[in-house]
């Protein structure tokens, strides 16, 4: 499923305590919550799973730039830390 920008603005919240996740592939996923919706990365470092939060996804601004940053670098080949684009 790709994550494109009329997507991230129109899904909504179904209610799940934990938030619902959409992943489109390369680590990176929406995670959409009561709270709001979040672009989140998963990794492991030194054997324990860590979350990266890359941005709140406000709107097509924030979904398209973060998309874009993550297709041109290979999300899970950037180096730590690492700017946004």
Do not use: I, N
């Not at 619902?20 to 959409?32: A, E, I, Q, R, T």
């Amino acid at each position: 499923m790709a994550l494109g920008d009329t997507f991230v603005r129109q899904v909504k919240h179904t209610g799940k305590p934990s938030g619902d996740k959409y992943s489109d592939g390369g680590g990176m996923y929406l995670l959409v919550s009561a709270a709001g919706k979040y672009w989140r990365m998963d990794y492991r470092l030194d054997g324990k799973r860590r979350t990266l939060v890359w941005a709140r996804a406000s709107g097509r601004q924030a979904a398209r730039g973060v998309t874009e940053c993550a297709s041109a670098e290979g999300a899970t080949q950037l180096m730590w830390p690492a700017p946004l684009c």
